[in-house]
């Protein structure tokens, strides 16, 4: 499958900032996803992008799918200290039913 | 979505042993897959556990290291065979429910922590 490309790979920022991380491919994806992992848990999906330009909420949380489909962001508004954790992108890619990109690690600093 | 369990959390096992994890979905879902996630490491795919048939595996995950089984529509089974401490890692159940209408959608599991001595 093909790889996906998160940037940054690791941010730390003040409790009340806003984030934006994203993710790109160099083919297209038709749907886009957002998973976040705090530690010992498993992935716990955010926002799910089906449609190129689609621009999805879900409370403070914001992702888009990106013209191109081959990019997505996901912006958080008003970090709070629970937003901690690890966020990946995925995809379908070819016969793979989802890839997965390396995650953001996100601190926040109360 | 689907409420998802796996058995056990977590274990520690000797080298040359085998371990049989579950996956218990509180519905019927179309499809099942497991992941590995290796330390620090992001989640990668084992194979697609199929209701009936034999596991479909991706690139460098061979049947006879990763057996699966499926027997419904609600459970499936992950074993991982003759250990060594490179197979330490979290495992991961999946699910997709077609059913649903939300194509290529993968709602996850808790995982299981594997250490290997």
């Known amino acids: 499958g093909q790889q996906l490309n998160q940037s940054p790979q690791s941010m730390f920022i003040q409790e009340g900032e806003d984030v934006s991380m994203n993710c790109t491919s160099s083919s297209i994806f038709n749907t886009w996803l957002w998973y976040k992992q705090d530690p010992g848990e498993g992935p716990v999906l955010l926002i799910a992008?089906?449609?190129?330009?689609e621009l999805t909420s879900n409370g403070r949380l914001t992702a888009q799918f990106g013209i191109t489909r081959k990019d997505s962001f996901l912006n958080i508004s008003a970090s709070i200290p629970s937003d901690v954790g690890i966020y990946f992108c995925?995809?379908?890619?070819?016969?793979?039913?989802?890839?997965f990109g390396k995650g953001t690690r996100l601190s926040v600093i109360a | 979505s689907a409420v998802i369990s796996q058995k056990p959390s977590r274990d520690i096992c000797q080298r040359g042993t085998s371990l049989t994890i579950q996956c218990q979905v509180d519905?019927?879902?179309?499809?099942m897959f497991w992941y590995r996630q290796q330390p620090g490491q992001s989640l990668t795919l084992i194979a697609t556990?199929?209701?009936?048939?034999?596991?479909?595996?991706e690139s460098g995950f061979v049947i006879d290291k990763f057996p699966i089984s499926r027997p419904n529509l609600t459970f499936s089974t992950l074993t991982v065979s003759n250990m060594s401490p490179e197979d330490s890692s979290i495992y991961l159940c999946?699910?997709?429910?077609?059913?649903?209408?939300?194509?290529?959608?993968?709602?996850f599991g808790p995982g299981t922590r594997l250490t290997v001595l």
């Open positions: 995925a995809g379908p890619s070819g016969n793979t039913p989802l890839v």
């Open positions: 519905s019927q879902v179309t499809m």
């Open positions: 556990a199929n209701q009936g048939s034999e596991a479909t595996y």
């Open positions: 999946s699910v997709e429910d077609l059913a649903g209408g939300l194509t290529d959608t993968q709602y």
């Open positions: 992008l089906y449609k190129a330009g």
